[in-house]
């Protein structure tokens, strides 16, 4: 049986007011049978259940994985803290937690001779994570106060593969999103070639290669799409940190609409 959504929502903007920062990210979870998917949530300031809000999902990397509900906090969630942002940009931001023993993506690494290699899965069922995920964000899209042509999804390492999989697997649902040192099969681009992208990986990235960025951004512009790369030449696999500090970053992001 699925968590009550609407209730749960709710409940955190009443009690969120007067939240110290490190708890604005109030903690929650959402059950399908005997399954859970743990995540946290900040709610706009000065929210009005009247008005429609954009809808911005964070997947976290496959470092902070686990069951605490919290450790996805560790990049990005400071962001969309900023006082400027929260003013200029208010919207529902979720922080979902993937359990350790799954994935996002539905991807298959290998290391072979110190290099590590991804096949990006093409077709089949999700991963229980991401099915959760799925059905999480159908709920979300039921709260009468969600835009629902406004619905935006960033990630980084497999969370940039996971944003890859969750606009192809909920294919015309999202106005745009951002991908920071992921990949995806090529193959999978037609399915979501109509969601602008802004895609970022680092030069010297030896955990994902940028090959994975490279591909992806090379077969949609071979079928026209909208999609923007970003490849900074010193950065490494945390090319996060400098995609964060993008200046126009969010208002790129959030000046989209679902066609």
Not at 69 to 88: A, D
Not at 195 to 224: C, M, R, T, Y
């Amino acid at each position: 049986m699925r968590s009550v959504i609407p209730i749960i929502l709710l409940m955190t903007i009443l009690t969120s007011a007067n939240a110290q920062e490190n708890n604005e990210y109030k903690a929650d979870k959402f059950i399908e049978g005997t399954d859970t998917l743990l995540y946290r949530i900040l709610m706009p300031e000065n929210f009005d259940p009247a008005k429609k809000y954009p809808v911005l999902l964070f997947l976290h990397g496959a470092g902070e994985r686990g069951n605490d509900n919290e450790i996805q906090l560790t990049h990005g969630s400071k962001l969309f803290l900023q006082p400027e942002v929260r003013r200029n940009f208010p919207a529902i931001v979720i922080f979902p937690q993937c359990p350790s023993t799954s994935y996002w993506s539905n991807v298959k690494s290998s290391n072979i001779e110190g290099k590590r290699s991804f096949d990006f899965a093409t077709s089949g069922k999700p991963t229980k994570a991401m099915k959760l995920l799925i059905n999480l964000m159908e709920t979300v899209k039921d709260l009468p106060y969600t835009d629902n042509n406004r619905f935006y999804s960033a990630g980084l390492s497999m969370g940039g593969m996971g944003t890859f999989e969750i606009i192809r697997r909920m294919r015309g649902d999202f106005a745009a999103a951002i991908a920071i040192c992921g990949g995806d099969n090529p193959k999978n681009v037609k399915k979501y070639k109509n969601v602008p992208l802004w895609i970022f990986h680092g030069a010297k990235d030896d955990v994902v290669v940028p090959e994975n960025s490279q591909i992806v951004v090379d077969a949609l512009k071979a079928k026209g799409a909208d999609v923007k790369f970003t490849l900074y030449p010193e950065a490494n696999h945390n090319s996060w940190d400098l995609a964060f500090a993008e200046p126009e970053l969010l208002s790129w992001l959030f000046s989209h609409h679902k066609k």
